[in-house]
């Protein structure tokens, strides 16, 4: 998972295999790890829930739910993404992006293990 925040909107990019993996076990995680200790790692969870779309901030873990049914039309049709701006307990507005993660057109192919095939993409490149 690629995360991306600018101000108070978060982009997560997913691969292939990530959305697998959040369509069998209902959740996927990103980890940044300044240290050995769970106190040094930074967490971005995306899981499955009931109908409502939520972020929730505790410690060093950022966890976005996303309801089932969004996320299974999402990974069987060729729906790229979806968004939601989301307003947290204390009042704050947070636009959440979610998107398929495509392989790019330029630049180093080793970053693009696992990323959807762009629908751009000559056949022959």
């Excluded at 697998?20 to 980890?31: F, K, L, Y």
């Excluded at 060093?60 to 307990?89: M, Y």
């Excluded at 636009?95 to 790019?104: N, Q, T, Y």
Aim: proline letters at 4%; glycine letters at 8%.
């Amino acid at each position: 998972m690629k995360v991306r925040i600018l101000g108070n909107t978060i982009r997560l990019r997913v691969k292939m295999h990530e959305t697998d993996a959040i369509c069998t076990t209902g959740m996927i995680e990103e980890v940044l790890e300044f240290g050995p200790s769970e106190e040094n790692k930074l967490r971005f969870q995306i899981l499955t829930g009931e109908n409502s779309f939520e972020i929730h901030q505790q410690d060093l873990t950022i966890q976005i739910v996303v309801p089932g049914t969004l996320v299974e039309k999402w990974a069987s049709t060729d729906l790229v993404g979806f968004e939601e701006s989301v307003t947290t307990s204390k009042g704050s507005v947070i636009k959440v992006l979610i998107e398929k993660d495509f392989a790019c057109l330029d630049g180093d192919r080793e970053d693009e293990v696992g990323s959807y095939p762009n629908p751009i993409e000559e056949p022959n490149c």
